[in-house]
């Protein structure tokens, strides 16, 4: 039986991919700080292995390691160098080894959608380290041989777990307002655009991943819903799962931010600033895999895990 190690794997992809290996036939294993519970409750976990782990400890890709696994998926990765430290003590001991990257190694875009060659100007350090990341992943194959797959998720979307509104930030107030039929005011004129994803589309691209194989190995593949969408278009969508037709109102971001509080005013204004739309040409063509959920049927499971629908 071939052992699979998933880092963080009670996260909200986690919570669907471990369950995926498990019926595989994998021996799984999952590494968090703490003892975690996964998001959706599935068949299978009673057969997982939890180990405690923290990446901070010096120890900790040995400890890897040590758990002797074919498989590793690295759900918790956030540098370069955290990378390349566990590609170390892996080298030569896994048959394949996986890593969460993000859309977020991408800039603004030139053409939509973008593909995961194109656009390679992050803004940031996460971005940044997440597209360092994806180059020694293809540095790592070329010039090693070292069997690694890297995966850009967009907005992950899982129930029970508030995800990214028609205003570009974490909350359920925009839907509220949608729901009252009362004017929701977007920022500029809602043309930017949000590319969520769900976390069983996410772990079904990982999983294809590991069954592709050496086709996957010193590969970036984008991990999103079929299409982006615009915040005006998503806003008259959710709109309409409540029987209404959103009544929205425009103004430019410096003015709208004034109704936002301060942290949802800056998660707005990233989200606008990438504007992310991502092609899934590459993983249809080279891993067989089409993500199940569109945007909205993704957001739709998660308002309904709360009861918002």
Partial sequence: ???????????????????????????????????????????????????????????????????????????????????????????????????CGS?????????????????????????????????????????????????????????????????GCKSLEAFHTLRAGEPLCLPNFGMETLHHVHAKDVAGLVFAAIRAGEPSFGEGFHAVSPRAVTLAGYAQEAASWYGKEADLRFEPYDEWKRRMSEEDAASTLTHMLHSPSGSMEKAARLLGFVPQYTSYAAVRECLQSFGEL
């Fill in 1 to 99: 039986m071939k052992k699979a190690v998933v880092i963080g794997g009670c996260g909200k992809v986690g919570s669907y991919l471990v369950p995926m290996l498990v019926e595989a036939g994998f021996a799984v294993t999952t590494v968090s700080r703490g003892q975690t519970q996964p998001y959706v409750k599935a068949a299978g976990w009673e057969k997982v292995q939890k180990v405690v782990l923290d990446r901070k400890n010096e120890a900790f890709a040995a400890s890897v390691a040590a758990l002797e696994p074919d498989v590793v998926v690295d759900m918790i990765c956030f540098t370069e160098k955290d990378m390349l430290s566990l590609i170390e003590a892996l080298r030569g001991k896994v048959e394949h080894y996986l890593v």
């Fill in 103 to 167: 859309m977020w190694m991408h800039g603004r875009s030139a053409q939509v959608p973008v593909s995961e060659e194109e656009c390679r100007t992050p803004m940031e350090t996460y971005g940044i380290e997440k597209e360092k990341m994806d180059r020694a992943i293809a540095r790592e194959w070329a010039r090693n041989g070292f069997p690694g797959t890297i995966f850009h998720p967009g907005h992950i979307v899982c129930p029970g777990d508030v995800p990214i509104n028609p205003q």
